[in-house]
């Protein structure tokens, strides 16, 4: 499902320059779960990103559901998200001028996937039955997120990338939320590749791959 | 102050947004006030000519000119005069007004400034005297076939002073003196004037030119379209100020939270309003003289060919020019932030940051807005239904206004609420829905792009309808091919009997002058023929009306006398020589008099002195050229005196023409505000709408679809926006036709709809649009990832 061969990215320019990442690999086969961890600037949200093809890679390759990513232009990058991949970001970036509803119904309508059944158990699992015609800046934290996971579930993806998905929320709600998505991903059967800074969490998943100054360190 | 003013380092966009809104505002009011005050004082100047107040004066029978020698007998009467010789001639730089002058005789208090003293002067006198003009005046004439110029500041723009036989040179009028003004403390005993001079008449003081009441509707519609165009300049302001003003509520209360008093941060902010004000106020100031300066020739051309009044196509600087510039820039300002000043004054400490609280608070105003909209509208209906004169006119036509714009975010509110509820595709159903929240943001340059585009279809509606009707008006008064003059009762008496065989017909025009219903008006004898039955624009009439107009049974007055003087079929007008019964109304656009037109034979009958001079002949048209040449050939009449219709024509369209000149200037002006008023807001937007673009982007919508989504929402807009202003342009048209016309000039106009030209405009409107959105849209579209992803690594 994900192939990453080789992957740098820096920052900057001149003296300026940062590099983040130095070299990455990593594969994650349909079904399986991967946490990657590291402290804060480790290059792990940028990894995220350049798997979520919203962003270039230096060098090496990363290859989504047998796209490489290197040889897509925008479009086809744009296209692969909205099909192939689905990203859960900390700070929710949901849309602020959509509803609760159709928030979670968005993306699986851009990839063309709508299934209402699916939307309406999502919202039931979710606990966001009460909430469908809030917009986002009338929700908690914990409820932005659960929003954020429904939409990127609803819309089926092969993969799932999850930036830290409860480092907003506390921890009473974060474990709340990490359940449930962890049992809906288990479900469908998608590839998960979650970053995140805590050992705990990182614990529940399938694997665990350390990244420090840009490189894999375990 | 420091942590304040960075806000304006860091944005210097928004700075020049703020800076150039107020600067065009500025500069659109001060360039029509300038204006407004240049010609009123060219009026004030004019109107002083000869003293404050009019005098009493003495001419021949009918106003005509006497002979010097009666001047000499008056004086010799112990008659207190001063002889006077005034008249216009052509210079190749344009007309003059002369007026000869006695300066033994006249009192030097009566003259201008500097003129009396100047005038009392061995050197003024005599047929190779000077002549006395304005600055601007002899600035224009500078190079014209006349005597040495003497350059005093005061006299009226257009006129010269003289010595009487440098006038009656100049004006080809030697040995006759047009008239005797009467001066103060005339001696008792004087011999009665029909002694003295036999004929001669003494006309009672007659009121002066009052050019500046018969301009006054002009002015108005300046003044209008000067505080439109103000009010659109200042949407642009309170929309960066409002903006900069949210952008800053965190320091706000930052500085509030670390101790700073609310009357302190207040002061502060006050302070940086008033300089920039100041600052802007100076360059609008600069950028109106400019404007005024490059409309004045034309607003001078339109108020001499419109009310004959002489304004000077020059523009002087005045200091109260200056500092009402800064007022009104200061004002207008403070106009602008009062909301944002007062939100600051109740900021609440402890409220958690809502960068998007300004758009909410904007939705919440939504209602009252809707509210305030249906007020002014009953306001301006009620006007409709019960108002009269031309402040109520204009008071209800700002009340349209302002209700059309204050209603407007509301309707597009309704426009994407219905465009969502349409939608299938989820991108449509954002487009909508996100469009629907940003209108907050726009709805202030959505607004003044309203005013623009209302005031333009409303004027060019007026103007196109005034054109249609009067060239069609034109062609039915102006029937006579040609139209001649002669020079004598003697040569009018020979030509016509030359005429007789060579033309179809032969139409009199005869007219004397005579007051009609209190007010200056001409009295015209018109003869009984198909010409006047077939082509006279009547508005209303009794049946059979020519036969009774031949036969002496009333008359026909114009529209402007009729609306005047209520006078209509069936009312009885006051005519010298007894009242006559009005038989119909017919239009005479343009003409400031009141008219009467009565049948030939009564006329005569009525006014026996009646000058009869002036015939239209009906002829083939392409026999004018010859008939031309042979009048002026077999009876030595002047070119001057031969007027073909075609000639006619032409120069009272090209009177028209200019007459709306200014007004489309000022229409364009508008516009290009409202254009800059858009481009500014999307400006401004486009860094407020990273965090609703990235999660679409990130949800896999390429840059370039998200650019071209923008592009299309100013398209939708824009075009949303046109199709609003377009009733209230026809509204404005008709109020300008059916309300404001009657009370300016006494004429009603019917109202014709052009829609090729509302394409234009919407087109235009579109392009405007699409060229305001389409550097944001570009700068999405080639906006780097990192940048993007910003949003998603920061609190939005």
New interface residues.
């Given amino acids: 499902m994900l192939d990453v061969r080789g992957v740098t990215k820096s920052?900057g320019t001149g003296e300026a320059r940062q590099q983040v990442l130095r070299g990455v690999d990593l594969t994650l086969a349909a079904g399986q779960s991967l946490a990657l961890t590291g402290e804060s600037g480790s290059g792990k949200?940028t990894l995220l990103?350049l798997i979520?093809g919203?962003?270039?890679a230096d060098t090496g390759s990363i290859t989504v559901a047998g796209q490489e990513m290197t040889q897509l232009d925008?479009?086809a990058?744009?296209?692969?998200?909205?099909?192939t991949v689905g990203?859960i970001?900390?700070?929710f970036?949901?849309?602020?001028?959509?509803n609760v509803a159709?928030n979670i119904?968005?993306?699986a309508?851009?990839?063309g996937r709508a299934d209402p059944a699916l939307t309406d158990s999502l919202i039931q699992r979710l606990g966001l039955q009460n909430h469908t015609a809030k917009y986002p800046?009338q929700l908690s934290g914990g409820q932005q997120q659960r929003v954020a996971i429904g939409?990127t579930l609803a819309a089926r993806p092969a993969l799932v990338l999850a930036?830290e998905p409860t480092g907003n929320l506390d921890e009473d709600t974060g474990e709340r939320v990490l359940d449930l998505m962890l049992e809906l991903v288990g479900e469908s059967g998608t590839a998960l590749l979650m970053v995140t800074h805590s050992m705990r969490l990182a614990g529940r998943l399938g694997a665990r791959l350390h990244l420090e100054r840009g490189r894999i360190a375990a | 102050m420091a942590a304040l003013l960075s806000h304006w380092r860091r944005r210097p966009f928004q700075l020049l947004t703020l800076l150039l809104g107020l600067a065009t505002a500025t500069a659109l009011w001060s360039g029509v006030q300038a204006i407004n005050a240049e010609a009123r004082s060219s009026y004030d100047r004019a109107a002083s000519a000869l003293g404050p107040t009019p005098r009493a004066t003495i001419t021949g029978p009918d106003g005509t000119a006497l002979d010097e020698a009666a001047f000499v007998a008056l004086r010799r009467a112990g008659w207190l005069v001063t002889p006077l010789v005034e008249g216009t001639m052509a210079t190749a730089q344009g007309p003059l007004r002369v007026l000869g002058i006695d300066p033994f005789t006249l009192p030097g208090a009566d003259l201008p400034d500097q003129t009396g003293e100047t005038a009392f002067d061995l050197s003024f006198l005599g047929p190779d005297g000077p002549l006395i003009v304005a600055p601007e005046t002899a600035a224009r004439l500078a190079g014209a076939d006349l005597p040495r110029l003497i350059v005093l500041p005061g006299v009226a723009p257009g006129l010269a002073y003289g010595d009487i036989p440098v006038a009656q040179r100049l004006l080809d009028r030697q040995g006759r003196l047009d008239r005797f003004i009467l001066l103060d403390n005339q001696p008792r005993n004087r011999t009665p004037l029909a002694e003295v001079v036999p004929g001669a008449v003494l006309n009672p003081p007659a009121p002066g030119n009052d050019m500046a009441g018969l301009t006054d509707s002009f002015h108005l519609n300046l003044t209008a379209f000067g505080l439109l165009s103000f009010a659109v300049g200042l949407f642009i302001v309170r929309g960066a100020i409002g903006l900069a003003f949210e952008q800053r509520r965190p320091v706000f209360r930052t500085l509030r939270a670390l101790g700073l008093p609310a009357r302190t941060l207040l002061a502060l902010l006050l302070a940086e309003l008033l300089v920039l004000a100041l600052v802007a106020g100076a360059a609008g100031i600069a950028l109106g003289y400019l404007i005024a300066s490059a409309l004045i020739p034309d607003v001078a051309a339109t108020l001499r060919g419109l009310y004959g009044a002489s304004v000077e196509g020059t523009l002087s600087i005045r200091p109260i020019w200056w500092l009402s510039g800064l007022g009104i820039a200061v004002l207008g300002t403070g106009l602008a932030a009062v909301s944002s000043l007062w939100q600051v004054a109740r900021l609440p400490l402890l409220a958690p940051a809502q960068p998007?609280a300004w758009a909410r608070a904007s939705e919440a105003a939504l209602v009252w807005q809707g509210a305030a909209a249906l007020g002014l509208a009953a306001l301006s209906g009620g006007l409709i239904l019960f108002g009269s004169g031309l402040i109520a006119a204009f008071v209800m036509l700002g009340a349209l206004l302002v209700a059309a714009s204050l209603a407007l975010p509301l309707v597009l509110y309704g426009a994407m609420w219905l465009g969502g509820r349409m939608a299938r595709?989820?991108?449509a159903?954002?487009f909508w829905?996100?469009t629907?929240?940003q209108l907050p943001g726009l709805s202030l340059a959505l607004m003044a792009l309203l005013l623009a585009l209302a005031a333009n279809i409303g004027v060019g509606t007026m103007v196109s309808s005034f054109r249609l009707t009067f060239t069609g008006w034109l062609d039915q008064r102006l029937a006579s091919e040609l139209y001649v003059t002669a020079e004598t009762p003697e040569q009018a008496q020979a030509m016509l009997t030359w005429l007789e065989p060579r033309v179809q017909a032969i139409l009199p025009i005869w007219n004397i002058d005579a007051d009609l219903a209190g007010r200056p008006g001409e009295i015209y004898g018109v003869a009984d023929h198909p010409t006047y039955r077939d082509n006279w624009p009547l508005i209303e009439a009794v049946p059979e009306v020519w036969d009774k107009i031949a036969a002496g049974d009333g008359v026909l007055v114009n529209e402007q006398l009729a609306r005047r003087a209520d006078l209509w079929p069936g009312s009885v007008i006051d005519l010298p020589g007894g009242g006559a019964p009005v038989l119909g109304v017919y239009s005479d656009y343009g003409n400031p008099l009141g008219q009467v037109l009565m049948g030939l034979a009564p006329m005569v009958a009525r006014f026996p002195e009646v000058e009869r001079l002036r015939f239209g002949l009906r002829v083939a048209p392409d026999a004018v050229a010859k008939l031309s040449a042979d009048l002026v050939n077999d009876f030595g009449l002047a070119p001057a005196n031969l007027i073909d219709q075609r000639s006619i024509k032409a120069f009272s369209l090209q009177v028209f023409e200019r007459t709306f000149t200014v007004s489309r200037a000022l229409n364009v002006l508008t516009l290009s505000v409202a254009g800059f008023a858009i481009l500014t807001s999307l400006l401004t937007l486009a860094a407020m709408r990273l965090?609703?673009l990235?999660?679409?982007?990130?949800?896999?919508?390429?840059?370039?679809?998200l650019a071209r989504l923008e592009l299309l929402r100013a398209l939708v807009l824009a075009a949303l926006t046109m199709i609003c202003a377009l009733p209230v342009g026809l509204m404005l048209a008709w109020v300008l036709l059916a309300v404001i016309n009657v009370e300016a000039f006494g004429w009603r106009l019917p109202l014709y709809l052009f829609p090729g030209d509302w394409a234009v405009l919407a087109a235009l409107s579109l392009v405007a649009a699409g060229a305001a959105a389409l550097l944001p849209a570009l700068r999405i579209a080639r906006m780097p990832?990192?940048r993007?992803?910003g949003?998603?690594?920061?609190?939005?």
């Fill in positions: 920052w949200s990103h979520a919203l962003d270039h925008d479009a990058r744009a296209a692969l998200r909205r099909g990203v970001f900390q700070q970036n949901l849309i602020p001028s959509l159709d119904a968005f993306q309508r851009l990839a800046e939409r930036d | 998007r595709g989820p991108l159903q954002w829905a996100d629907r929240q965090p609703q990235a999660p679409v982007w990130a949800l896999g919508v390429a840059r370039g679809g990832p990192a993007l992803l949003v998603f690594a920061h609190e939005r």
